[in-house]
């Protein structure tokens, strides 16, 4: 038996300058994949600071809700701005569950630490100002390096507002009312930069989804009811900044912050399917589902098969669930808790998924099934 040794790369460590500043981003490597039978070198990185060419350590925070500190000397996350005072910000602590956001700067001649904010659930920083077209639909929460550009208010985790123009930060509750979904980005921002809009959903069914807007600068925050009959969507991910503006306007007053309120003048957008990969690294387990519907529309969307496609039942395994045969394809159409699921087997042409959902798309744009679409509280 004969064993081999593997040397792990050594991979130089990057020093960007920023002032006074020197940010220094460390890689190690180590070897993955044994059980995948595909071993490889994985890198992974981590970073510190050096002040003057010394390196940097600062006492932080330990825990949540503790005077304990420790020193640290690592971070798991660096993240830059334009600012006209050169300025950083870390993340420290346990990045999965509970960290702590510094800013760290220099001030009058010495590096200054400044607690911003704790967060649980991993690391994020994300624009509240940030042209539309660029911002995300989703939170990045396993931010490492974050290198942001083009705003000015900066969210760090979930409960502070960072003015890089200024560095003044602002740190903020939510109210008992309506928790934000944590992997949704904020929607808007106010005009007059006092507030942002995000999507939450609270426990009651009948008002399940809501815009939560904070007023950070005054820890305050209130919230504007989601109308799932009339503002239109399948899941939270297809949300972005064009169905906000559609549905939502913010209000000006003399003296008071810009508020949210909901249009009443807006155009309904039309009923449509959810396409989602059900494996999200296989391109070919595609699925289109028709959610939070009436039972009714099990029986219309397989009446759609039979005549648009002449449709072969091939089995009806219960009352709920069917096989349809169309060509040498087989589409599997399922009725589970308020939801119509259509897949087809990765063995046949997935493109045929694609062209039905495409279709009924087109039929539910017409209007004819309104009355099937459930109006709120089920997701």
């Known amino acids: 038996m004969f064993l081999i040794y593997l040397s792990s790369p050594r991979i130089p460590d990057k020093v960007e300058k920023i002032g006074s500043l020197d940010l220094v981003t460390h890689t190690s490597a180590d070897l993955a994949g044994w059980n995948e039978g595909k071993v490889q070198w994985r890198t992974s990185e981590y970073y510190s600071l050096n002040y003057r060419h010394r390196k940097f350590t600062f006492e932080g925070r330990a825990r949540p809700s503790s005077e304990q500190t420790v020193k640290y000397s690592s971070f798991n996350a660096l993240i830059t701005f334009p600012s006209k005072f050169p300025a950083v910000v870390v993340n420290v602590g346990d990045a999965i569950n509970r960290s702590f956001y510094y800013l760290i700067r220099d001030v009058d001649g010495a590096p200054q630490a400044k607690l911003l904010t704790e967060t649980s659930g991993g690391v994020s920083a994300e624009w509240l100002d940030a042209d539309p ?37 602002f740190r903020f509750d939510y109210t008992p009312e309506g928790q934000p979904n944590h992997f949704k980005a904020p929607l808007s921002m106010s005009p007059d930069k006092r507030s942002f809009a995000r999507y939450g959903n609270t426990p009651m069914p009948e008002h399940n989804d809501i815009m939560l807007v904070n007023v950070f600068g005054e820890n305050r925050a209130y919230v504007v009811l989601i109308d799932r009959l009339r503002m239109r969507f399948n899941r939270w991910e297809e949300l972005d900044r064009a169905w906000f503006d559609r549905h939502f306007e913010w209000k000006s007053a003399p003296g ?42 099990f029986t219309r969307f397989a009446e759609f098969l039979q005549k648009e496609y002449h449709a072969e039942q091939l089995a009806k395994t219960s009352e ?23 897949w087809i087997d990765r063995k046949f042409n997935i493109d045929r998924l694609v062209e039905i959902g495409d279709r009924f798309d087109a039929v539910l744009k017409t209007g004819i099934y309104d009355n099937l679409f459930l109006p709120g509280g089920l997701y």
């Open 133 to 169: 077209s660029q911002s995300p639909r989703v939170s990045n929460i396993m931010l490492h390096r974050g290198r942001m550009e083009g705003g000015r208010f900066l969210l760090l985790g979930e409960y502070c507002v960072l003015d890089t123009e200024t560095l003044d930060s």
């Open 256 to 297: 008071q912050p810009d508020q949210l309120v909901a249009r009443t003048n807006f155009q309904p957008l039309p009923c449509k399917g959810w396409r989602y990969q059900s494996h999200p690294e296989d391109p070919k387990t595609l699925e289109y589902d028709l959610l939070r519907v009436k039972d009714e529309m």
């Open 320 to 342: 709920i669930s069917t096989t349809f045969k169309i060509g040498s394809d087989e589409v599997n159409v399922n009725w589970n808790d308020h939801q119509v699921g259509v």
